[in-house]
């Protein structure tokens, strides 16, 4: 049965987390989305919190405690709530680590896990999304062509976080007709990492544009091996993923709206005492929990290895357009204010706008 109260280990998690959002993400969020950049010691700060060496086995250095989409989703809804550039900044290296914990083989896992057990933030990501009209996952333009025991990837990327710093990406293709990941290791010939891109929002996290030109990589950097990996079901990690963080953003939007309008006073009394305001507010509390209880049921899914395809598309297309609205109707609650940057409902209108192109930039 599915239950809708968090253990006393999610509860300590989210505590935890709520405080680091609340004490150092929302003291800067806006210093960071006007300069583009973030500062070192929140990233390093968060990763001494361990959410990513938490699920790591102890034999590859890491704490050892069990890998629970329902657990990161709790994480990220946080998180999101704090800022949604740095924590998908933070939270990038799990878009290595979660496959490759997932569906690597035991090579793979002894070789690069051990590396994100450190003191030190350590800079990996993958790329999904390509810069074309019509964009389908399971149908990439980027190809992998086994030649000579290696693969030769050919193709374009974008969107793919850190990529500049990364020591290494997890590049998915399209191997015969299947999407699979291949682990690629930064300076690897025929790899160009082009210049930052400029996006409307989630303007604090470095996003680049990939080019593979004949590049060359071992046949054991295919992730798990020659039967490869289940893509789909790291599809649904990523919806689940994204979806709690459009519940984290949606939820700062509402929270600051509506203490907006309880004390903006208006023809003598406070705006949210108006019917038209009221009706808003409440519409935005309803979707966002529902919203919250579909990501939870799809995480639960995947935590209990049944398949979630139908859940978490479901819910990946609602959160979508629930985080949009929210947004929307918190620039509109506030008026003029809501479309200047005194306040900061116009950014996270800019960052929920960007979910619906947010494919594969997170996972749980």
Request: glycine share 8%; hydrophobic share 45%.
């Amino acid at each position: 049965m599915i239950s809708f109260s968090p253990s006393e280990d999610q509860q300590m998690i989210v505590t935890m987390v709520k405080q680091f959002a609340t004490d150092e993400m929302r003291k800067i969020y806006r210093h960071c989305d006007e300069s583009g950049e973030i500062p070192a010691q929140i990233i390093d700060k968060a990763w001494g919190m361990g959410f990513i060496s938490s699920a790591i086995p102890e034999k590859y250095g890491g704490a050892g405690e069990e890998h629970s989409a329902v657990t990161a989703s709790l994480l990220a809804e946080e998180l999101a709530w704090g800022d949604l550039s740095m924590t998908m900044h933070i939270l990038s290296p799990s878009l290595f680590v979660v496959p490759v914990l997932l569906m690597g083989t035991e090579e793979q896992k002894a070789k690069y896990l051990p590396a994100f057990c450190g003191n030190k933030f350590h800079s990996t990501t993958a790329a999904l999304m390509e810069p074309h009209f019509n964009f389908d996952a399971s149908a990439l333009t980027t190809t992998a062509e086994r030649k000579n025991g290696h693969y030769i990837l050919n193709g374009s990327k974008c969107f793919v976080p850190i990529a500049a710093d990364a020591s290494s990406l997890l590049v998915y293709a399209n191997e015969g007709g299947k999407t699979q990941g291949f682990i690629v290791e930064k300076g690897t010939a025929g790899l160009k990492i082009s210049e930052r891109e400029k996006n409307m929002g989630i303007k604090a996290l470095a996003t680049y544009e990939l080019a593979f030109q004949n590049c060359k990589v071992p046949k054991e950097n295919k992730l798990g091996g020659d039967k490869g990996c289940d893509f789909n079901t790291l599809m649904n990690c990523s919806r689940v993923a994204l979806s709690a963080m459009a519940v984290g953003v949606a939820r700062a939007a509402f929270e600051y709206s509506r203490d907006y309008a309880k004390t903006r006073i208006a023809f003598g009394e406070p705006i949210a005492s108006r019917q038209a305001i009221a009706f808003m507010l409440a519409e935005m509390a309803i979707e966002i929990d529902a919203t919250r209880l579909m990501t939870w049921e799809a995480a639960w899914m995947l935590d209990k290895k049944k398949d979630a395809t139908k859940e978490a598309s479901l819910l990946k297309n609602y959160a979508d357009d629930m985080v949009m609205v929210a947004t929307d109707r918190a620039v509109q609650i506030l008026g003029g204010h809501g479309y200047i940057r005194e306040h900061p409902v116009e950014l996270w209108f800019r960052n929920g706008r960007g979910f619906t192109t947010f494919d594969g930039m997170a996972i749980v």
